[in-house]
């Protein structure tokens, strides 16, 4: 016994009294050095609150109220059909993620030519060890995000999802629908071979085709009047940078509202 | 405090309800609504009809006690949502292995390839903007076009687009299911099969057909595939209506 005053805030005192395991310590110690520096308890408290008062208490659903869970099974699997996306969106990060480590957006050079974008998706190709299913992985992973993605959308139309409390992820939606198929667009200009090179034609042409503020929008988005480096600078920039932290963002207010409002059951 | 009011009642203020039990310092939204003026004691007012209105909800008898009926997250959901999960991944796994990309030769802008296409999911847009006939030339402006091809092409996007965003506002009531509302449905169909009619319009080139044809099919089989829709879940809905009526008021029996 120490002759040291011993309240109720003496936790090192308490710890021992207690005689936790090595593991109980640890996590103790970890956990009162960050709570008293950012008093963490409150926000967890916090969280607590909010977890009890979304899960306590909620009205029976139609399916739960007429008993027609067995009348109606047959849609359930198409509720996955967002979680699916959400995957396929995961898996194109990570994979999108390592295949930045050697890929770079330079396309300066003669025409005809490979660029130093081409060669670096040859590089991914031929000589990094499993880059070229790298390289598959995040275009099917793209490719199965967008079906995914317009699958959903049809679930959401054909079972009246997007009814009155949810009219406003329907329109996050519209705009995660864009996003994701910009996404796409911007992720096929990178190789920088003729395809990427029509097809941002066809989107310069289509950005100049806007009345009055064409050139100016062509400009900003293509930085030019036809692709150029330039052009897949911006793509890069849009593929790696803006479109990850918006599209995300946007995915987690999207789950954030469902998670809120609840699941529109079948019924 | 209001200790004498009727205990036994729920208060509805914020201050008693909560299941994880305020401190002494917390302040009830009555409270704190005693302390504000203009806008923010509207909010809180409002706040208080809110929680009324949730906990006459919650008394009613159709409420449920999710904590007792609930499935378990761990093991059930948990191990459910793994297997879910890495069956999707090994698929898209499987897919990159079995079918993996190309690319092409490298970006050439004095060779213009024969045909140029996005990736598939952009056809019914690439289609769009092949519309040109259907742009109106104007007698009024002695036969030209109010706005260039391309122009109309870029906003039948946006048309598109905007169209889809005003459905739930257009669209209200609890009906869900097809059968219940087959305009609304036949309307979906309509669009489902338009993009594809679309996408068979922005590779007419590649496409064994009549380009003109192309084009007027592109428009009709839309409302076709609508109408037959429309024929079908009307025929279906009275008797789908009568199941669901009968299995109702068995539930429910008429007073």
């Known amino acids: 016994m120490s002759l040291e005053r011993k309240d109720d805030h003496d936790h090192e005192a308490w710890m021992e009294e207690r005689e936790f395991t090595r593991l109980e310590t640890a996590y103790l110690t970890v956990l009162m050095w960050l709570d008293k520096r ?26 739960e109220q007429y008993g027609l869970d067995n009348k109606f099974w047959y849609w359930y699997p198409l509720y996955a059909l967002g979680s699916f996306s959400t995957l396929a969106y995961i898996v194109a990060a990570i994979s999108g993620a390592l295949l930045g480590f050697y890929y770079s957006p330079g396309a300066t050079g003669a025409s005809g030519n490979p660029t130093m974008a ?21 275009r099917w992973s793209a490719q199965v995000m967008v079906a995914a993605v317009f699958l959903h959308m049809l679930r959401v139309y054909f079972t009246g999802a997007y009814k ?45 085709s806007i009345p009055l503020i064409g050139e100016w929008a062509a400009q900003l988005i293509f930085g030019g009047f036809t692709p150029n480096p330039a052009t897949l600078q911006r793509m890069y920039i849009l593929h790696v940078f803006f479109l990850p932290f918006i599209v995300t963002t946007l995915i987690a207010v999207h789950i954030a509202i469902v998670w809120m409002q609840g699941i529109a059951e079948p019924h | 405090m209001t200790e004498d009011t009727d205990t036994t009642e729920a208060r509805a203020d914020g201050g008693g309800t909560g299941i ?23 909010t809180y007012e409002y706040f208080e009809r809110a929680r009324r209105e949730d906990q006459q909800l919650r008394q009613e008898s159709d409420y449920v006690e999710r904590d007792v009926l609930g499935f378990p997250a761990w093991p059930h959901e948990t191990i459910r949502n793994l297997a879910l999960t890495s069956f999707f991944v090994g698929a898209i796994v499987f897919l990159s292995a079995t079918l993996p990309p190309h690319i092409d030769a490298p970006a050439n802008s004095g060779v213009t390839p024969p045909t140029i296409l996005p990736d598939w999911y952009l056809y019914w847009s690439f289609g769009l903007l092949k519309l040109g006939p259907l742009n109106p030339d104007l007698a009024l402006l002695g036969g030209q076009k109010l706005m260039a091809d391309r122009t109309f092409g870029v906003l039948a996007n946006l048309v598109v687009v905007g169209a889809i965003a005003i459905v739930p ?49 592109t428009f009709l089989v839309p409302f076709v595939g609508a109408f037959i829709t429309y024929a079908v879940l009307k025929s279906m809905r009275e008797g789908y209506m009568f199941e669901l009526n009968r299995r109702y008021y068995r539930l429910r029996p008429p007073k």
């Open chain 1, 164 to 208: 009155e409390p949810r009219e406003l992820n329907w329109l996050i939606g519209i705009v995660l629908i864009s996003l994701t198929l910009l996404f796409g667009y911007t992720g096929y200009l990178l190789p920088w071979d003729q395809l990427a090179f029509w097809a941002g034609q066809i989107g310069v042409e289509m950005a100049l």
């Open chain 1, 38 to 63: 950012l008093r963490i308890v409150d926000y967890l408290e916090i969280l607590e609150n909010l977890y009890y008062k979304v899960n306590m208490q909620m009205p029976k659903s139609h399916t």
């Open chain 2, 20 to 42: 994880v039990p305020p401190d002494d310092e917390t302040p009830t939204w009555s409270e704190r609504k005693a302390r504000k003026q203009g806008l923010a004691r509207t």
């Open chain 1, 118 to 138: 081409y060669e670096s998706i040859t590089f991914i190709m031929t000589e990094v060890n499993f880059g070229f299913m790298l390289r598959s992985i995040h």
């Open chain 2, 169 to 217: 506002f257009l669209n209200k009531g609890s009906a869900r299911r097809p059968v219940e509302q087959p305009f609304w449905a036949s309307v979906g169909v309509f669009g489902v099969i338009l993009s594809i009619t679309l996408a068979v319009l922005s590779v007419k080139n590649l496409f064994p057909m009549d380009s003109h044809l192309t084009f007027d099919l």
